[in-house]
């Protein structure tokens, strides 16, 4: 198992955010959780990498304990989080953007060979790295925030609320780019979504909650598939 949350327990003051959530990745899968806005699913990604402090519950990656760890250590075990709204740094360039993801790795990684192949992979940003990042597009500095969560060479993705604020062309890209990480490299990747259609259709497994606990848990396929599970967990849409 790479990844593994036991009785996740979250809150803000008296306000309880996450209530109790357990799930699991293994290596190479795919996984989406799905809710509305206010379910408990950015909580879970904070509190997966550190950025949130958790009540109670345990986490573990690739058979270790990191519910302790501050989030920069978290980060050397290999995790990334590509967060809401990408959140570049505007006055920095595409590049120098890009090169934050490899400050304080521990492990060696070969930089530009990473570089090589992330601007293989998201050719607009080896065309506008000199530009300061602010210049991007929504959609690009989407791009630019996978790219530098991806230069690491992470063992597990976090992935929070792709589409947000997205043209549903641009939309599309992204989910197809994180559909190819998967399938072509390997990447696991953890995909936090409002956009349930857009996140299951690319997805092995699905989690769905609401305001916090986990209605369903299975195959994205059948929930997709099955009328009355779209019908409860979806709209029917």
């Not at 709204?85 to 521990?106: C, D, K, Q, W």
């Not at 293989?120 to 500095?141: D, H, N, V």
């Not at 990480?181 to 956009?195: A, D, F, K, S």
Request: hydrophobic letters at 45%.
């Amino acid at each position: 198992m790479l990844l593994e949350v036991r009785d996740l327990c979250i809150s803000y003051g008296d306000i309880r955010a996450v209530a109790g959530i357990g799930f699991a990745l293994e290596k190479g899968e795919l996984v989406s959780i799905i809710g509305a806005n206010g379910a408990g699913k950015t909580s879970i990604l904070g509190g997966i990498m550190g950025m949130v402090p958790i009540n109670r519950g345990s986490i573990h990656f690739k058979g270790k304990a990191i519910h302790r760890m501050p989030s920069f250590e978290r980060a050397r075990t290999g995790i990334r989080l590509v967060p809401e709204r990408a959140r570049i740094f505007p006055r920095l360039s595409v590049h120098e953007n890009l090169m934050t993801g490899a400050y304080g790795m521990r492990r060696k990684i070969d930089v530009g060979g990473r570089v090589a192949w992330l601007h293989e992979l998201f050719p607009i940003l080896k065309e506008r790295g000199g530009q300061p990042a602010s210049t991007l597009s929504g959609g690009e500095q989407q791009q630019l925030a996978i790219a530098r969560a991806l230069i690491s060479n992470p063992d597990l993705l976090l992935v929070d609320e792709v589409s947000m604020g997205l043209m549903p062309k641009l939309v599309d890209q992204v989910f197809e780019v994180l559909s190819r990480l998967n399938r072509e490299h390997g990447l696991t990747i953890l995909l936090v979504e409002q956009n349930a259609m857009a996140s299951l259709e690319i997805s092995h497994r699905a989690y769905v909650l609401e305001t916090g606990s986990c209605v369903y848990d299975g195959n994205a396929a059948d929930l997709l598939n099955d009328p009355q599970l779209k019908a409860a967990y979806l709209g029917g849409r």
